[in-house]
C-alpha cells in the first residue's frame, strides 16, 4: 500500500517523517564518541552504513544456530541454512518487486556489475549459441554517463578493450543533471548496453532513466541500472524500472559488508553464461566439458556469503518497517535543510542541483581556500564524519573543475542536529584556515 508523506518546504525546520531518536537508539555504535569524547555525526551512509542491533542478531543467530553450506549436504544444519537463505532471496526480491530466482547474490555492486559486462564479452566465445546471444564485438557501442561511479565505467571500459566495442556517454549540465540532447544520438542502432545511475553518489542526482530506457530498448539495447544510492533510499520497483539489470550493495542499506544484488530479467539471465564456474552452479560435469545449472545459481559459484545474505534481508525488514517513502520524504527534508544551512556560509559552493527537485540526500561541496581534504580533516577533529575525495567519480569533478569535494550523506538515523553540526564545523574550519571568503553563498 502506497503511503502519502507530506514534503517539508525546502529549509524548513519542520518535523521530520522519522523518529530520529528512536531510531539512533537501534544502532550500537552511534551511541560511542570519537576524537576525545565528541558525539559521533555520522554523515558518511553513502560509502558505507551503520548496522542496527536487528542485523547484528540475525547474523549472529545464524552462526550460533544452523551454520552450515546451502545447498550442500543432507544433514539438518545444511537444510536449515539452505533454508534461510532462500527465504532471504525471497524477502530481497520482494523488495524491489521481483521474483526470487531473478536475484543473484554477490560481494556487491562492483562484482554485479563485472559479472554482467563479463558475460557479455564471455558470450562472444560461448560453445552453447544460446548463450551467443548478448555478445559484444567490434562495431558495438556500450554507453554510460559522465556522473558515474568508477564501479559503472571501468568495467565498460574493460569489456570494449576485451571486444573492441566503443565506450560512448551522455555528459553534464553545469547544474549537475544528465544532458540529454543528444540522446537518440548517442543511444543508437549499434548500442549493446546502457549503464547508468539511477541516483549520482556525488551529486545527488537522481536521473530520469524512464527517457533513457525507453530510448535503449527502442534500439535493442540492454540497460543495466545501478542502484547503489537509490534503493537504500527510495522505493524501487523493478517493474516499474522497466531495465534489464539491477545492482546494488547490502552495506549501503543498513546490511553487512560482502553481499551484494544483481537483479535480472530472468530471460535476460537464462541467456548469458557464467561469470565464475566452479562448484554449485554445475548441472553435470564431465572430463570433456560441463553444462550448467539456470538463473540465479548460474551465478553463484561457490560456498555463498549466507550471513551476510541472512544480514541483508533483515536490513530490508527494517527498512519495510520504516516505509521507503517515509525514508526518501526523511532525507528530501534534510536534504533541503542542509542546503539552506550550507547556502548561509559565504565561501561554500555546492557541486551539483542546488534545490531537491529529483535529488537525494547526498551534499557536495567546496569551501573557498580550504583543500577538502583540510576541510575533512577539522570536521573529523570536532567528530562530524564526512567523505572527501573524487568519491569514485573522477570524471565528475574534473566536469566542475574542483580537485576534489566534501561529502555529507545523510540516512534513517540522521537529524537536523547532525546537519547543524556539520554547518558548525565548515564555519570552524574557516576560522582554523583564518579564511575569509570572497564569494556569497553557495554557487
Known amino acids: 500500500m502506497?503511503?502519502?508523506?507530506?514534503?517539508?518546504?525546502v529549509g524548513a525546520r519542520t518535523p521530520l517523517p522519522l523518529d530520529v531518536e528512536a531510531i539512533r537508539a537501534d544502532f550500537p555504535i552511534l551511541s560511542r564518541t570519537v576524537r576525545d569524547g565528541k558525539r559521533l555525526v555520522y554523515l558518511d551512509s553513502g560509502a558505507t552504513s551503520?548496522?542496527?542491533?536487528?542485523?547484528l542478531d540475525a547474523e549472529r543467530d545464524f552462526y550460533e544456530t544452523c551454520n552450515a553450506a546451502p545447498h550442500r549436504g543432507a544433514h539438518q544444519l545444511a537444510e536449515e541454512a539452505t533454508a534461510r537463505y532462500e527465504a532471504a532471496r525471497a524477502t530481497i526480491a520482494a523488495f524491489i518487486g521481483a521474483q526470487p530466482a531473478e536475484v543473484v547474490f554477490t560481494r556487491n555492486s562492483t562484482e554485479a556489475i563485472n559479472l554482467v559486462a563479463y558475460a557479455l564479452s564471455n558470450a562472444a566465445t560461448a560453445k552453447e549459441p544460446a548463450f551467443r546471444r548478448y555478445a559484444v564485438g567490434q562495431g558495438d557501442e556500450i554507453v554510460v554517463t559522465e556522473m558515474e561511479h568508477h564501479a559503472n565505467l571501468v568495467p565498460w571500459q574493460q569489456l570494449c578493450e576485451r571486444t573492441g566495442a566503443t565506450?560512448?556517454?551522455?555528459?553534464?549540465?553545469?547544474?549537475?543533471?544528465?544532458?540529454?540532447?543528444?540522446l537518440s544520438t548517442v543511444v543508437n542502432e549499434r548500442t549493446k548496453l546502457v549503464a547508468v545511475t539511477q541516483q549520482s553518489n556525488i551529486l545527488g542526482t537522481i536521473n530520469p532513466l524512464d527517457q533513457i530506457v525507453a530510448r535503449a530498448h527502442e534500439v535493442g539495447a540492454l540497460v543495466l541500472v545501478d542502484g547503489a544510492q537509490s534503493v537504500p533510499h527510495q522505493?524501487?520497483?523493478?517493474?516499474?524500472?522497466?531495465?534489464?539489470?539491477?545492482?546494488?550493495s547490502g552495506h549501503k542499506m543498513l546490511g553487512p559488508t560482502g553481499v551484494g544484488?544483481?537483479?535480472?530479467?530472468?530471460?535476460?539471465l537464462d541467456a548469458l553464461p557464467p561469470f565464475l564456474t566452479g562448484g554449485s552452479m554445475i548441472e553435470v560435469v564431465r572430463m570433456e566439458g560441463s553444462t550448467f545449472m539456470p538463473p540465479p545459481q548460474r551465478f553463484e559459484a561457490?560456498?555463498?556469503?549466507?550471513?551476510q545474505v541472512i544480514g541483508l534481508a533483515a536490513a530490508v525488514e527494517y527498512l519495510q518497517r520504516l516505509g521507503m517513502e517515509k525514508v526518501q520524504a526523511h532525507e528530501e527534508a534534510l536534504t533541503g535543510y542542509a542546503l539552506a544551512k550550507l547556502a548561509e556560509i559565504p565561501g561554500v559552493t555546492v557541486i551539483g542541483p542546488p534545490d531537491t527537485v529529483a535529488r537525494g540526500g547526498a551534499v557536495s561541496f567546496t569551501v573557498e581556500g580550504i583543500h577538502p581534504h583540510d576541510v575533512g580533516q577539522v570536521l573529523d577533529d570536532l567528530g562530524v564524519e564526512v567523505r572527501v575525495g573524487h568519491h569514485c567519480a573522477w570524471p565528475v569533478v574534473r566536469r566542475y573543475g574542483v580537485p576534489a569535494t566534501t561529502r555529507a550523506t545523510f540516512y534513517v538515523h540522521t537529524g537536523y542536529d547532525d546537519v547543524d553540526a556539520l554547518a558548525d564545523a565548515v564555519r570552524k574550519a574557516q576560522e582554523f584556515f583564518g579564511v575569509v571568503p570572497s564569494s556569497e553563498g553557495v554557487g
Do not use: I
Open 2 to 9: 502506497t503511503q502519502t508523506v507530506s514534503r517539508p518546504a
Open 50 to 55: 551503520q548496522k542496527p542491533r536487528s542485523v
Open 167 to 182: 565506450l560512448r556517454w551522455l555528459g553534464l549540465t553545469d547544474d549537475g543533471r544528465l544532458d540529454l540532447s543528444d
Open 235 to 248: 522505493p524501487v520497483d523493478v517493474t516499474a524500472l522497466d531495465a534489464d539489470f539491477l545492482v546494488f
Open 261 to 268: 544484488v544483481l537483479w535480472g530479467r530472468y530471460e535476460v
Open 302 to 307: 561457490g560456498v555463498p556469503m549466507t550471513a
